[in-house]
């Protein structure tokens, strides 16, 4: 399964660029989840990029989720540090979008259940629990980008979900 994830991600982030703000395809003719890339680079990607991204966590090129960030997995190591890529940006949706194959609503969502607490249904996650209940800004933030709910109540979580991460420059 990983394998075929892996190699789907790179054939989705090619789609992202082509075809502009969604990715909307196929893996092994099963339908990918529409996923707004814009919305995502410009909500979404600083929050997870931070909170997620690093070396240790989803920043490892081996991961079924894994995300490219500015200051961890990079598409080339001379771009550490460096602002991210619309290519680096769109092969995280890609990513994004293969894990959710399978999830017909937020119960089956492994992007929102694996980070959030086993105590408010969500699943266990190497990396702890992210979330402790679904009222929380970061879950708020990825769900609203999930189900296309693109309200500025989604963006005012999703800001708030990053400040609440990302330290001040």
């Known amino acids: 399964m990983r394998r075929r994830l892996a190699g789907s991600a790179a054939l989705l982030a090619a789609a992202a660029l082509a075809g502009g703000g969604c990715t909307d395809t196929t893996i ?25 991204g690093s070396l240790d966590c989803h920043g490892e090129a081996g991961r079924m989720l894994r995300i490219y960030a500015e200051d961890g997995l990079r598409q080339s190591a001379e771009l550490r540090g460096e602002v991210i890529q619309a290519s680096e940006i769109a092969a995280n949706v890609a990513s994004f979008a293969a894990i959710e194959l399978d999830a017909s609503s937020a119960a089956y969502s492994l992007t929102l ?9 969500g699943m266990a996650h190497e990396g702890g629990d992210v979330w402790l209940g679904a009222d929380e800004d970061g879950y708020r933030c990825l769900r609203g980008w999930l189900d296309d709910d693109l309200t500025a ?11 609440e991460v990302v330290p001040p420059p």
Do not use: M, N
Not at 153 to 163: K, S
């Open 153 to 163: 109540e989604v963006t005012a979580a999703c800001q708030a979900a990053t400040t």
């Open 28 to 52: 092994d003719g099963e339908p990918v989840p529409a996923l707004d890339l814009a919305f995502y680079a410009a909500s979404v990607q600083r929050y997870v990029g931070y909170g997620c």
């Open 113 to 121: 259940r694996k980070p959030l607490a086993v105590t408010a249904g």
